[in-house]
């Protein structure tokens, strides 16, 4: 991991029209959580938001974060200048995906486990436990992502169809679908931390192994395509 990279990319991620959408959308769900817990039921307000929250939030943010730390410079073209420095390549997708993370976990799965604070603070292990699986999501959809964005300039477009169409049209009509989705994986760990959490119909060694797969892949091939940008002079 490179400081440098780190400084700047999180400098290209809060200094962008990004960075307040970022700053909005948990802003958006903590304020309807607020408004769940004063007009409505905490036990029928919390899955609602939560879920809400995990399943359109979450990913949400996450992409925004991963594209917004590579995807303007493989946009305009000056990612060719930083690959011209004698640095791994692995080094600069490690860098910048622990920008990315690091804006998925604070404004994504931080203000979820708050909203259910929020809701029904009566039931903290729940709500921590939304957290930790927001948590597990949260760094595979980053680090997928961040490969999307390496690999395509339309990386929002395809994000957004992979959640919009895999995860939530497909995922809900199809069971199998949970054994290759990031969402059921996180919901998995989730589930054995409070029973309040429906459960993916997953092992928890699966759900993990999964993830942390994924997170690997997704790094390895961001490098690569760095890589393949040097060596073909791409922009």
């Known amino acids: 991991m490179k400081p440098t990279i780190v400084r700047l990319s999180a400098q290209a991620l809060l200094g ?23 007009l409505t039921d905490s036990s029928e307000g919390f899955d609602h938001v939560v879920i809400l929250g995990y399943t359109l939030a979450l990913p949400l943010v996450a992409l925004l974060a991963a594209s917004a730390v590579l995807g303007p410079e493989v946009d305009d073209g000056s990612i060719v200048y930083l690959l011209a420095k004698p640095v791994s390549r692995h080094a600069i997708a490690v860098s910048k995906f622990v920008v990315a993370e690091l804006a998925t976990l604070a404004f994504g799965a931080l203000p979820i486990a708050l909203a259910g604070l929020v809701i029904d603070p009566g039931d903290p292990r729940a709500a921590l436990a939304w957290g930790a699986g927001a948590a597990v999501a949260g760094t595979a959809y980053t680090a997928f992502f961040l490969a999307l964005a390496a690999l395509t300039r339309h990386a929002v477009v395809a994000g957004l169809l992979f959640v919009l169409i895999w995860e939530g049209v497909l995922g809900n009509l199809l069971a199998g679908i949970r054994w290759v989705a990031i969402g059921p994986w996180g919901r ?6 409070s029973s309040r959490v429906a459960d ?17 892949v997704g790094l390895w091939v961001t490098g690569d395509r760095l890589r393949s940008f040097t060596l073909r002079g791409d922009e």
Request: no cysteine; charged share 10%.
């Open 188 to 193: 998995q760990l989730a589930s054995e931390i």
């Open 200 to 216: 993916a119909n997953l092992s928890l060694g699966y759900a993990v192994l999964a993830a942390a797969l994924v997170t690997l």
């Open 16 to 38: 962008r029209r990004r960075g307040l959408v970022l700053l909005l959308i948990p802003v958006v769900l903590l304020i309807l959580a607020l408004v769940v817990r004063l």
